[in-house]
């Protein structure tokens, strides 16, 4: 109700408009304050796990590539198939 009082008299009109327009410190400071309480946790929990998911993926491409090479490196005097000893068994279809 005031504030339809304010916003009709010639006098207060004009500086309720302008208030209305442009937000107080206040405002502004609240705003700041609740995006450094809220929003730049979540973004350093955000970039923190991206950075582990990276390191954790690079660490295990390396092992895998590791082990595939130890273990080419390890069987290099054998067959290129790894089988030995197999007898084939010719099958004659009916």
Do not use: C
Request: aromatic content about 10%; charged content about 15%.
């Amino acid at each position: 109700m005031w504030r339809t009082y304010i916003r009709s008299n010639r006098w207060t009109s004009p500086w309720a408009s302008q208030v209305e327009r442009h937000p107080g410190w206040v405002a502004k400071t609240a705003l700041v304050a609740a995006l450094l309480v809220i929003v730049l946790p979540l973004a350093l929990l955000f970039f923190t796990a991206v950075l582990v998911g990276v390191v954790v993926f690079a660490v295990l491409s390396l092992t895998v590539r590791l082990k595939a090479w130890l273990g080419g490196v390890f069987r290099a005097g054998s067959l290129g198939d790894g089988r030995r000893n197999v007898r084939v068994i010719a099958r004659q279809d009916p």
